[in-house]
């Protein structure tokens, strides 16, 4: 009598199911390369899974911005690598890695590479602490304002011109602030309940970075000598001060002028003394007005906005 065990095995074989088409998957992210006063490089790798299980592929570029431009503003693009992998879908011992060939669509070998180091020699940024992170308000609309006075990036920004169509039905998140000599960086994410994510790093502009930096120097209350109309008004007559304080050898006055952004939204600049508190508890207040003619009124700093420094 024959044995039916083999043909049940290989109907077995044959009826057994294969492995379901996986979802198409791409998940991009962006790893900070370097900087410098001007300009700043990250790497961009995006993996892409092609809806495979014995396929994908992944590419990698560079991509060069300007400090100082706007978040339309095209950055400088060079593919790195385009690589599409092969992994060996014969293979069936669980006790190893399948192998795995690649194919190179594209391959850049005219960059070098300590070409890049050299253009951006700042490698490294520093990370905010949780004590700057709590100042931040972060809204879906609004987008994410420090301190609730300056403004980082508004939504708008960040769904049109940071993410464009990627993920476009996806909210978006906030995952770590870090800084250079002269600029903040946002490490922003969207990702979706299939397992696409887009992370991209955007660079502020320096003048926003030091309207933040300015912010995070401040103290509750200064004294101020004036008002003024225009910064450069403020500018002339701080100097003014300056050259009369070194004319009589007086060391104890020490001015930066700020702007006040009032619930009018009218913008007045004043001339702040940057040790205020110090001359308060030293008792030196009559001292200036004796040495330079000018009253130093207390003033809360709730409207500051944005720091001129002053050279001595």
Not at 103 to 117: E, G, V
Not at 224 to 251: C, H, I, P
Not at 258 to 284: C, F, K, Q
Request: charged content about 25%; overall charge neutral; aromatic content about 8%.
């Amino acid at each position: 009598m024959k044995s039916f065990a083999p043909c049940l095995l290989l109907l077995s074989a044959l009826l057994a199911p294969l492995p379901a088409t996986p979802e198409r998957v791409v998940i991009a992210d962006e790893q900070f390369v370097g900087s410098n006063r001007d300009g700043f490089a990250i790497l961009r790798s995006q993996n892409d899974n092609l809806g495979n299980h014995y396929k994908y592929r992944k590419t990698t570029w560079l991509v060069e911005y300007a400090k100082d431009s706007k978040l339309s503003a095209e950055p400088h693009r060079t593919l790195l690598l385009d690589v599409t992998y092969h992994v060996d879908a014969m293979h069936m011992d669980p006790n190893t890695l399948p192998a795995v060939t690649e194919t190179i669509n594209s391959q850049d070998t005219t960059l070098p590479w300590a070409s890049i180091l050299q253009r951006y020699p700042d490698r490294t940024s520093e990370r905010w602490a949780s004590e700057k992170l709590i100042k931040l308000r972060i809204h879906p609309v609004d987008g994410i304002r420090f301190n609730l006075r300056v403004l980082l990036i508004s939504g708008d920004a960040i769904t049109r011109q940071v993410f464009g169509d990627r993920l476009s039905d996806c909210p978006w998140t906030l995952d770590e602030i870090t800084e250079d000599s002269n600029t903040l960086f946002l490490l922003l994410t969207k990702s979706d309940d299939n397992g696409n994510r887009e992370s991209r790093l955007v660079g502020l502009a320096p003048s926003t970075t030091r309207e933040v930096r300015d912010q995070i120097a401040l103290k509750p209350l200064y004294l101020v000598a004036g008002t003024y109309e225009s910064r450069d008004e403020a500018m002339r007559e701080t100097q003014a001060l300056l050259a009369k304080a070194r004319e009589l050898k007086f060391y104890g006055f020490h001015p930066e002028v700020w702007s006040l952004r009032l619930p009018s939204d009218r913008t007045v600049h004043v001339i702040a003394e940057t040790y205020s508190m110090e001359l308060i508890e030293n008792g030196r207040l009559p001292q200036v007005k004796e040495k330079l003619g000018i009253d130093l009124a207390p003033m809360t700093s709730k409207y500051f906005s944005s720091r001129t420094l002053v050279n001595p």
